[in-house]
């Protein structure tokens, strides 16, 4: 699907911003796919807005390192070392750890209905004989930040959000090609493991299951060779 298919046209007067936004949003669900190209004039037609905001948030995201200007200043989705990966991975481990930890401490009961609502979607959606890779990517970012957002430590959310910018495009081929995740029921089994010590309150068997979660998808993108570059 066309990236631009992605995109709603835009009408608020803070263009840039909401360009940003929406971008953003495709990067961390890993809407986009590593090495994809991001065109400034198909962009700003797919929102309905001038070159200008569109090239102000682009050069945002790229100086977050989400983006990066390739040959002929062409933008595009970064590509990313196994060393790069890896790195990022041990990183996400600790932070989303501490994060799903403190959650399990102070998660309402409305919370975690919400959260259990979102995996058993996950499950549905995971078991079907052929499931719908778009939707999985977007109900686990949801069940992901929905935990994380229930630890209440804003500055733990922005820098977990900081590293899905960049992991999330390649998190889009654990979930949309992993037919191996798939028939192994890794990513469920985690996930109803983080929902029952959620539900128990139980910090450290929630942080062993996210921690088990982001290793098991770690392993096999690895594993696929394909989708990570080596490094040089």
């Given at each position: 699907m066309p990236i631009s298919d992605l995109m709603k046209p835009l009408?608020?007067?803070t263009l840039s911003t909401d360009v940003y936004q929406q971008l953003k949003d495709l990067l961390i669900s890993g809407r986009v796919m590593p090495g994809e190209p991001i065109s400034l004039r198909a962009?700003?037609?797919?929102?309905?807005?001038?070159?200008?905001?569109?090239r102000e948030a682009m050069q945002r995201l790229v100086a977050e390192q989400a983006l990066e200007v390739g040959p002929s200043r062409t933008i595009r989705v970064p590509s990313m070392t196994v060393s790069q990966f890896r790195e990022i991975t041990r990183i996400r481990i600790n932070l989303e750890g501490l994060a799903t930890e403190t959650a399990a401490q102070l998660i309402t009961e409305e919370a975690t209905r919400r959260i259990a609502k979102i995996d058993a979607d996950f499950t549905k959606e995971m078991t079907r004989n052929q499931p719908d890779g778009s939707r999985l990517i977007n109900l686990n970012k949801e069940l992901h930040f929905a935990v994380y957002q229930a630890a209440e430590m804003p500055m733990l959310l922005q820098l977990i959000?900081?590293?899905?910018?960049?992991i999330g495009p390649i998190l889009n081929y654990d979930l949309?090609?992993?037919?191996?995740?798939?028939?192994?029921?890794?990513?469920i089994d985690s996930h109803s493991l983080l929902?029952?010590?959620?539900?128990r309150r139980?910090?450290?068997?929630?942080?062993?299951?996210i921690k088990t979660d982001i290793e098991s998808a770690a392993a096999f993108i690895v594993s696929a060779g394909v989708l990570v570059t080596p490094d040089a």
């Open positions: 009408r608020r007067q962009t700003a037609e797919a929102f309905g807005v001038s070159v200008m905001p569109v959000e900081a590293l899905w910018l960049r949309r090609v992993g037919v191996g995740r798939l028939n192994n029921r890794a990513a929902v029952d010590a959620l539900g139980d910090g450290a068997a929630a942080k062993k299951a």
